[in-house]
């Protein structure tokens, strides 16, 4: 049931606050202010010299942004990897280490083939999925759900946002196993995270004027999505939304790659969309942004209100999100990247639910 939505895709975007504070209310003890995971784990985080993650498409992406949080608040040294060259690559993998695996439907045949092979190799496994019952979640050795709910659209969307979601609050749990993340600094990450699902019904609002902007894309032939830090993953992941579901062709960099190539496609026919939170690295992101508009590029910047004022160059649009704590950017700024793919497909009248050669769960390799 698609309620009073033209999409399940659009249906599934707007359910994110929801969701996601479905999903942190099972992992955070409110009262307390601080994660709480709802089961103990069959491994002590402490014990670990690193982290390797596996996962395909969106999930992978997750799974970037995560290694940035681990590495971050847990100290964690992570090694990531999609999991159709996980399995093959034959990878040492240590004894009594761990494996993180991240799906929505616990079906996808090539993270099942790297969890059985870390399996093979000794390793602990821990699955982050949104089907409780999928052949990922009965094969590993603890399973973290993500409470999304069914996602019926084949672009991910909501199952992301719950999977950033569950990932920072086990990257929070492992700083606090690990002895590096004090209580103060973790009760203000949880104060930030708690902030997300309204923080989340206030990216929602600003549809209109995505809208707009989508008429703009949809008349490329190229995109290229720019960022750093957490941001760039979000800019693969743009990328990768408005590709499936729209067939324009587009490409996501970190922004401080583009002058080792990228920059060789810019002029004025190819938006650069600029995913910057105004965060630590926002001033290096506006050098590449200078590099972009020198060249005659269209920029778009997906930011803050802080950092719009600051940069001072001619962009084409800003989508302007709230502000917050740079930690929990990825997950609000779920919501514009999403919706701007929506639009664009929508737009060029795409079947955004069932886009082309896609299928929901990818169960052969
Ligand atoms: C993109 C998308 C795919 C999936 C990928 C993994 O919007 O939906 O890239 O993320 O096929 O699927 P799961 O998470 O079910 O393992």
């Not at 993340?181 to 549809?207: H, K, N, W, Y």
């Not at 993953?233 to 939304?241: D, R, S």
């Not at 105004?278 to 269209?298: C, I, L, P, W, Y």
């Not at 795409?350 to 769960?361: F, G, T």
Request: charged content about 20%; glycine content about 8%.
């Amino acid at each position: 049931d698609k309620g009073n939505h033209r999409h399940f895709m659009a249906k599934e975007i707007h359910e994110q606050p929801e969701v996601v504070g479905r999903t942190l209310s099972h992992y955070v003890d409110l009262a307390n202010g601080r994660v709480a995971l709802p089961e103990p784990l069959p491994f002590d985080f402490a014990k670990l010299s690193r982290l390797s993650i596996t996962a395909c498409g969106t999930a992978y992406y997750a799974g970037l942004v995560a290694r940035y949080w681990f590495e971050s608040i847990a100290r964690l040294p992570v090694e990531i990897d999609v999991a159709s060259e996980a399995r093959y690559r034959e990878a040492p993998l240590e004894r009594d280490g761990l494996t993180l695996v991240i799906s929505q439907s616990g079906e996808t045949a090539d993270t099942l083939a790297s969890l059985r092979y870390a399996k093979s190799q000794g390793q602990h496994t821990l699955s982050v999925v949104n089907v409780p019952t999928s052949t990922i979640a009965r094969e590993s050795s603890a399973v973290l759900p993500t409470l999304a709910g069914p996602e019926i659209g084949v672009a991910s969307t909501k199952a992301f946002s719950c999977q950033l979601t569950v990932l920072l609050c086990l990257a929070i749990h492992a700083g606090r196993a690990r002895g590096v993340l004090s209580a103060e600094r973790e009760r203000a990450l949880i104060d930030a995270l708690i902030t997300v699902p309204g923080l989340m019904a206030e990216a929602l609002t600003r549809e209109a004027e995505i809208e707009g902007l989508a008429r703009e894309v949809s008349k490329a032939r190229d995109v290229l999505y720019l960022g750093r830090g957490t941001s760039y993953p979000m800019a693969l992941e743009g990328a990768l939304k408005l590709k499936e579901i729209s067939y324009i062709h587009a490409e996501g960099y970190a922004a401080g790659e583009l002058k080792h190539g990228p920059i060789a496609l810019i002029d004025e026919s190819v938006p650069v969309i600029v995913i910057a939170p105004h965060d630590a690295v926002f001033e290096k992101t506006v050098s590449n942004m200078q590099e972009v508009a020198a060249r005659g590029g269209r920029i778009v910047l997906i930011g803050d209100a802080k950092g719009a004022a600051e940069h001072g160059l001619d962009t084409l649009a800003t989508v302007t999100m709230p502000a917050l704590d740079a930690t929990v950017a990825p997950i609000v700024y779920a919501v514009p990247i999403q919706q701007l793919a929506y639009h664009t497909a929508v737009f060029m009248g795409k079947d955004v639910d069932q886009p082309r050669n896609l299928a929901k769960s990818v169960t052969v390799e």
